[in-house]
C-alpha cells in the first residue's frame, strides 16, 4: 500500500510560483507513473500533468505549459510540480496520484490534495 501525501500549497499573487511535493510511504514510487490533478472550486477534477517512471516522459495540459513543470527525485520517493506564473485561475486544490500499472495505466493511489490559492 502507498500512502501520498502533498505539500507546498499556500496562497501566492498572481504571477508568483510555488512547488508542490508528493511523499510517498509504504512502498517505493519508482515503477510507477505520476500525475497531477486540480480541482476549483465547482468544478470537476482535471488532469493537469504525468511523468513516467523514468522521469523521461512527460505531458503536461496545454494551459500550463510552458509554466509548470513535473519532475521526480525517485532516490527521495517524491514527485514534485514546479508552478511558476501563477494565474487566478490556478486556484484549486492539487492532488498528486500514482499509477502503480504504469505508464496509460489507471491511477489507483492518490493523496488528499494541497489548496493552491492565487490572488489577483
Known amino acids: 500500500q502507498v500512502q501520498l501525501v502533498e505539500s507546498g500549497g499556500g496562497l501566492v499573487q498572481a504571477g508568483g510560483s510555488l512547488r508542490l511535493s508528493c511523499a510517498a510511504s509504504g512502498r517505493t514510487l519508482s515503477s510507477y507513473a505520476m500525475g497531477w490533478f486540480r480541482r476549483a472550486p465547482g468544478k470537476e477534477r482535471e488532469f493537469v500533468g504525468a511523468?513516467?517512471?523514468?522521469?523521461?516522459?512527460?505531458l503536461h495540459i496545454d494551459s500550463v505549459k510552458g509554466r509548470f513543470t513535473i519532475s521526480r527525485d525517485n532516490a527521495k520517493n517524491t514527485v514534485y510540480l514546479q508552478m511558476n506564473s501563477l494565474k487566478p485561475e490556478d486556484t484549486a486544490v492539487y492532488y498528486c496520484?500514482?499509477?502503480?500499472?504504469?505508464?496509460?495505466?489507471?491511477?489507483?493511489?492518490w493523496g488528499q490534495g494541497t489548496q493552491v490559492t492565487v490572488s489577483s
Open positions: 511523468i513516467s517512471w523514468s522521469g523521461r516522459s512527460t
Open positions: 496520484a500514482g499509477a502503480s500499472g504504469g505508464w496509460g495505466t489507471p491511477y489507483d493511489y
